[in-house]
């Protein structure tokens, strides 16, 4: 099990360590005026807050045509209680924190107007959708306010689920942090003819989980001093602290993004009961694989499955990240479940070694403002890396010990779905083994991954820690 970052406590402070010349303070930072879980918890209590998980509602396609999907998306200034008498500041896509659910089907060409509503620049990156670079929504495809951008591809690859946030360079962390992410589901003849739940908001449900600090007025904390990347002291489910779900005794489906800017999750359930693992980031798995424990860096996805026919009515299950509790589900009332946990999901078609024209290396250094690929900071003005379209590469990717801070790295390809090959020479778990996008690489760990680059355009690859990403943990590769 891969060990995580306890998120109840901010990162560690390190004063005067001096590496190449560099000295590097960290203030402490002061925990005593933001709020707990608990006292969270207590105020929406006494309040009488209705704290049911919220459901994202899915993006109307206006668009008849089966075939063509067309959807508005409106990045804007929101308040948002999270607080029982507070309104915290935040931004969302067409509402006040966070974004709908964009569904599509393999082969649609999608077409999507990204009206800016905000005060400032933004970009919308399309994370895990195999794009052209004109659309993929990178840091240089700025969207100026009162301004529109037209992206319009088509959907050509399996069923996944994948997620949207913005990417413009020196505010990603902030707009992220402010709430403004969102899922993307696409889905295809496999995803359609398997009987597993996927009744949306029923039993296939949504979870966006991030972490958040508050101040005693509501307002979020967002602390720019931590050598790991903004962490917060309370886990968010879809925009609210703790929430609860009523479920009936039937299997229930969770779709579950890391969108946390910094924080790795590992969650299971409060009684140590299995649960089923369907998909990783790109799609499903060739079987379901029985975990007791899921762990997702930040950017990762993946879908479970949890059968809670098992349980009598009135049993709570709560999931949890280690031991805290983040959501829990109230069995209320039987139900008529005709799903099921089929023996094989799909056919995940290798990507064989002997295909790869081309071996590169990426090493992932320093901590904090400190942080580079390769000893090079981003520069949006340099091509880092050149393929051929089409060309399959094998990737080895390692996360060199940042001095005194031991810390990994989750590493994000734009536009592309790979595979994992091995780590530190093992074959990887069987949780990995189908199609990923982001991967986490421990500290002092070498990861290999084998990918092909089917579209043209210039891409990002980075750290998936938005403040190492915005610090210069990114490249650039251009696919001619």
């Not at 990783?280 to 060739?286: A, V, Y």
């Not at 860096?297 to 479970?304: K, L």
């Not at 089917?454 to 610090?471: A, D, P, Q, V």
Request: proline share 4%.
């Amino acid at each position: 099990m891969i060990k995580t970052k306890n998120i109840s406590t901010v990162a560690a402070v390190v004063a005067g360590v001096v590496a190449a010349g560099f000295i590097i303070f960290a203030n402490p930072i002061n925990k005593n005026k933001e709020m707990s879980t608990t006292e969270i918890n207590n105020i929406n209590k006494k309040a009488k807050i209705n704290n049911s998980l919220p459901i994202p509602a899915l993006l109307e396609d206006k668009n008849p045509d089966p075939k063509i999907d067309d959807f508005t998306l409106e990045p804007q200034l929101g308040l948002t209680s999270f607080i029982a008498g507070t309104q915290t500041k935040t931004m969302g896509y067409n509402g006040n924190f966070l974004g709908p659910v964009i569904r599509v089907n393999k082969g649609d060409q999608v077409n999507i107007h990204v009206n800016n509503k905000l005060n400032e620049a933004t970009t919308v990156h399309w994370h895990g959708v195999e794009v052209n670079g004109e659309n993929d929504g990178g840091p240089d495809q700025a969207i100026k306010p009162g301004t529109t951008w037209n992206p319009s591809f088509t959907i050509n690859q399996q069923a996944a689920t994948l997620w949207y946030h913005p990417h413009f360079s020196g505010t990603t962390a902030t707009q992220v942090y402010s709430g403004l992410a969102g899922l993307f589901y696409v889905d295809d003849q496999v995803s359609k003819s398997l009987n597993i739940p996927k009744d949306y908001g029923i039993n296939d449900i949504p979870l966006v989980i991030q972490d958040r600090s508050f101040n005693k007025d509501g307002s979020f904390k967002y602390d720019t001093n931590m050598m790991d990347g903004a962490t917060g002291n309370n886990v968010i489910v879809n925009g609210a602290v703790k929430p609860y779900l009523d479920v009936k005794k039937v299997k229930i489906r969770l779709r579950i993004v890391n969108g946390s800017n910094a924080s790795n999750f590992n969650l299971n359930l409060d009684n140590k009961d299995d649960f089923y693992q369907i998909a990783s980031d790109g799609g499903f798995l060739e079987s379901p694989v029985r975990q007791k424990s899921l762990f997702l860096a930040p950017g990762e996805r993946a879908e479970i499955i949890i059968d809670f026919s098992k349980y009598d009515k009135g049993t709570k299950v709560s999931l949890i990240n280690d031991k805290t509790e983040i959501l829990s589900f109230n069995v209320k009332e039987d139900g008529n479940d005709t799903t099921e946990i089929p023996d094989v999901l799909t056919k995940v078609n290798k990507i064989e070694k002997s295909q790869a024209t081309k071996v590169r290396n990426f090493d992932l250094q320093g901590m904090g403002n400190m942080v580079s690929i390769n000893g090079q900071k981003f520069d949006m003005n340099r091509i880092d890396e050149t393929v051929k379209q089409g060309d399959t590469e094998i990737w080895n990717i390692t996360s060199e010990e940042a001095m005194m801070h031991n810390m990994g790295h989750p590493f994000h390809i734009h536009g592309v779905q790979f595979q994992i090959l091995s780590r530190d020479g093992k074959e990887p778990d069987e949780g990995e083994t189908g199609w990923k996008d982001t991967v986490y690489i421990k500290p002092n760990e070498k990861v290999s991954i084998i990918v092909k680059f089917n579209n043209k355009g210039t891409f990002m690859y980075h750290c998936h820690i938005l403040e190492h990403e915005e610090s210069g943990m990114m490249g650039q590769i251009k696919v001619e």
